[in-house]
């Protein structure tokens, strides 16, 4: 899923636990794809681009037991949780469980549209899951996480511009899920650390845009449930 629709999972657990800070909510939501893309770089965990590089289902995620198990999710989750409380104290208990819960939406909502690539624990043999829309339906698995996104915003009652970025996000990527329209994606063709480094990006800079609009509400006094 991108990362967009990841951080919007952080607005259900803004309204749900308003004593947790957005940007951690963000941040934890997609935790395991920084790991991703960090085990990515050093060569720990695989990619593979292949040439043409022309839609999502060219992107084939081969190793990434560590980041993206359920097994290791758990654990992840669990950490950074336990990492908060202890950081934070008992006072905090809620902030730590829902910046657990944020991390461990992410292989929630990645099992919903990734092709089977997303396995029960890091050990060799385990099963693969993950529903194949990405490998065969990318435009529908845009639509319905799309959908996941614009979902958040309305739990959330965001504002109109929160409600646009995530539209606008979600539309700007359709090259990027269609095979038949190509921007220029067929330069990351073969280069899967390059691929790593743009969702990177591509992470940092809707996570900025998602904190700052979502900081803003249409209902005045909703205002301080966002601070
Ligand atoms: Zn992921």
Redesign the pocket.
């Given at each position: 899923?991108q990362a967009i629709n990841?951080a919007a999972t952080a607005l259900i657990l803004k309204r749900k636990f308003p004593s947790a800070p957005l940007m951690g909510l963000i941040l934890a939501t997609e935790a395991?794809?920084y790991l991703?893309v960090g085990l990515n770089i050093i060569g720990v965990e695989k990619t593979i681009v292949d040439t043409p590089m022309k839609s999502v289902a060219d992107v084939h995620l081969v190793h990434m037991p560590f980041?993206?198990s359920i097994a290791t999710s758990v654990i992840i989750a669990a950490l950074v949780g336990l990492i908060v409380f202890w950081r934070s104290g008992k006072a905090a208990s809620a902030v730590s469980i829902a910046i657990g819960l944020g991390v461990f939406s992410?292989?929630v909502?990645?099992l919903l549209v990734?092709a089977p690539d997303i396995a029960l624990t890091p050990l060799i043999g385990s099963p693969k899951f993950g529903t194949g829309l990405y490998s065969n339906l990318p435009l529908p698995a845009l639509v319905l996480e799309t959908l996941w996104g614009v979902f958040c915003w309305y739990y959330y009652r965001g504002s109109k511009k929160l409600l646009g970025l995530i539209l606008a996000l979600g539309a700007a990527s359709i090259p990027i899920y269609s095979a038949a329209i190509n921007i220029g994606e067929a330069a990351l063709s073969g280069h899967n650390v390059i691929f790593a480094f743009v969702i990177m990006g591509q992470m940092v800079a809707t996570s900025a845009l998602v904190w700052i609009f979502a900081r803003e509400k249409d209902d005045q006094a909703a205002i301080q449930a966002a601070v």
């Open positions: 899923m990841h395991v794809e991703w980041s993206h992410h292989i909502l990645d990734h």
